[in-house]
């Protein structure tokens, strides 16, 4: 059993105006990270700058909401079930609208609306607190399953750890839905293979995670996750699939930590990063120097002209 490549996917390429848009918005992103881990001087560094792409694709290009009503009823949910990558969601968040750019300077600080591990109670656009891992697909179904009782259209987006995958409840969730034919429901797992205990392979093998999802009826598909051009068509694929099968997707991202900024990329030791005074400035610079182009942090003139 093999799963869809994106090239094996019913759709159409993105357009290169599609893929500029959230290209740019992950640039964004990576430099509000740097923002943020800098304040702290270190953090959850190098996963936030690895599923930049996927956030960026998710945020800027799938998800319907409202910046100034966070809590709006029709608005699609993504579920952070991995907490401590809320740095990375807060950059995504900062993108949308929901937080103001200037309160990044505020991140694991006292009394601010920005912890470090996300909490649902503290941030506008945190639809639950993360953390101890396994639970965000759980509560997926469960939320999938309330829309659909009130008629409600709006997706549930639910991002995952490769390391969620050794917990028994995620397999559980991933039964659940499909027996109950969410087609309301993605998944999007960032298979970056380190955990905090070390490679995940090491750990506890997962491999091969597409065909266990698969048998677990999800339409499923493995991409590089920090090729957004793939992820886009992925997405829309899932979209399809959804629609005409009722069938809940999952999209397996290969990722790499510390993506964009080589110094970080080789980093041996990933997980929790330790990052010098002097390293942050040439951790800009070498995030400038491979986007090609300097697109202003914390601006987008497209997504403002649009709200």
Request: glycine fraction near 12%; charged fraction near 20%.
């Amino acid at each position: 059993m093999t799963a869809i490549s994106v090239t094996e996917a019913p759709t159409e390429a993105a357009s290169p105006e599609r893929v500029s848009r959230v290209r740019d918005a992950a640039y964004r992103m990576r430099h509000h990270v740097l923002t943020m881990g800098e304040g702290q001087g270190q953090g959850y560094v190098g996963q936030a700058l690895g599923v930049a792409d996927m956030l960026a694709a998710v945020y800027v290009d799938q998800l319907r909401l409202r910046a100034e009503e966070p809590e709006w009823a029709d608005r699609d949910r993504f579920l952070l079930s991995t907490g401590h990558y809320a740095i990375g969601l807060y950059a995504a968040l900062v993108e949308s609208g929901t937080v103001p750019v200037e309160e990044l300077s505020t991140y694991g600080t006292d009394g601010s609306r920005l912890p470090m591990s996300g909490m649902a109670s503290y941030t506008p656009g945190m639809e639950i607190s993360g953390g101890s891992l396994g639970h965000g697909l759980t509560v997926a179904v469960g939320m999938a399953l309330g829309l659909r009782f009130q008629g409600n259209g709006a997706r549930v987006f639910n991002f995952l750890s490769d390391g969620e995958l050794d917990e028994g409840s995620t397999w559980e969730a991933a039964m659940g839905a499909h027996h109950h034919r969410l087609g309301n429901i993605t998944a999007l797992v960032d298979m970056n293979a380190l955990q905090a205990d070390g490679a995940t392979d090491t750990v506890l093998s997962i491999e091969p995670a597409e065909e266990k999802w698969q048998a677990c009826g999800w339409f499923t598909q493995r991409v590089d996750g920090n090729d957004i051009e793939a992820l886009l068509h992925a997405l829309d694929a899932a979209g399809e699939a959804s629609a005409a099968e009722g069938k809940p997707s999952v999209i397996l991202c290969d990722t790499r930590i510390g993506r964009g900024v080589p110094l970080l990329e080789a980093r041996e030791k990933a997980h929790f990063m330790r990052i010098d005074e002097h390293e942050w400035a040439v951790c800009r610079e070498q995030l400038t120097a491979g986007h090609g182009a300097d697109v202003p942090a914390g601006e987008n003139k497209e997504t403002e002209a649009a709200r």
